[in-house]
């Protein structure tokens, strides 16, 4: 850091890529982190689908996101898209502090998610090292249920609680393990509306639409890539499509969004 000739403080360059440099392992970790962030999406979609609803808590910044993923689902920004049943336990002050002084703070997302969760429904934790009691309990308490669990952590993956899926933010800084948690929350945000949104017959390019569509694919290519036709139309003409995210062979059903191949639907002739 310099100053300029009006004394003000100036940020040079390498200084600026030293902070980004600290960030790209952990936003690389969640790029290969794509294929277990689309089976998290289906299987949230799945729940929603059934009528379940989300349930989201956390701790101090961590309950802050917990809101704001709330009414992300709840209120969507974008123009279209449905709205989902979701709420924070953090919201509710009264109960969080009555629980809080008769039963301990470790109670007091467990006690809630004892009371009104249904096993169709999901649990969404967030935390930044995975050492919350509270959130560990919270989880626990969702499992006996019967929630789909899933946690948002960071630090070292051993310290994450229990859950039917974890996503570990690879890094021991928590305004970084914050930062990708933010995208990692809108990224399943996204996609779970992708699996939501059933295929029309509206004419719309398979490989451009906005939602998911099952193909089959007929060849594979060089570089992640395949030729593959839609599901419905199977003798129509082949489109490319990406399968990098995948273990996709030919004969294989897959999920494409964007051209994109986000999950499995079937592995080969042999599932059907």
Not at 70 to 78: K, T
């Amino acid at each position: 850091m310099s100053a300029n000739g009006t004394g003000v403080p100036v940020l040079d360059g390498a200084a600026v890529r030293r902070a980004f440099a600290r960030r790209a392992p952990a936003a690389h970790g969640l790029t290969r982190a794509a294929p277990h962030v689309a089976a998290v999406c289906r299987e949230m979609a799945a729940r929603f689908a059934r009528g379940g609803k989300l349930i989201v808590f956390g701790n101090g910044e961590s309950g802050a996101d917990a809101s704001h993923v709330a009414v992300e689902f709840m209120h969507p920004v974008v123009v279209g898209k449905r709205a989902l049943p979701a709420l924070a336990l953090g919201n509710d002050s009264a109960t969080l502090s009555g629980v809080g002084s008769d039963e301990g703070f470790a109670e007091v997302f467990a006690h809630p998610l004892r009371a009104f969760a249904d096993a169709g429904d999901i649990a969404l934790a967030l935390t930044p090292d995975g050492r919350c009691a509270n959130v560990r309990r919270g989880l626990a308490a969702a499992r006996e249920r019967g929630l789909l669990t899933v946690v948002l952590s960071g630090g070292d993956p051993a310290d994450a609680p229990p859950a039917d899926h974890t996503l570990v933010v690879g890094s021991a800084d928590p305004l970084i393990v914050k930062e990708v948690q933010v995208t990692v929350y809108h990224v399943l945000w996204e996609m779970t509306h992708v699996f939501l949104e059933a295929p029309g017959d509206d004419g719309t390019c398979d490989t451009c639409a906005d939602r998911a569509r099952p193909m089959r694919v007929r060849q594979l290519l060089p570089n992640g890539l395949a030729l593959a036709v839609p599901e419905a139309d199977d003798d129509g003409p082949p489109q490319e499509i990406s399968v990098a995210l995948v273990d996709a062979a030919a004969g294989c059903t897959v999920l494409v969004h964007g051209g994109e191949a986000i999950a499995m639907v079937t592995t080969g002739a042999s599932d059907e």
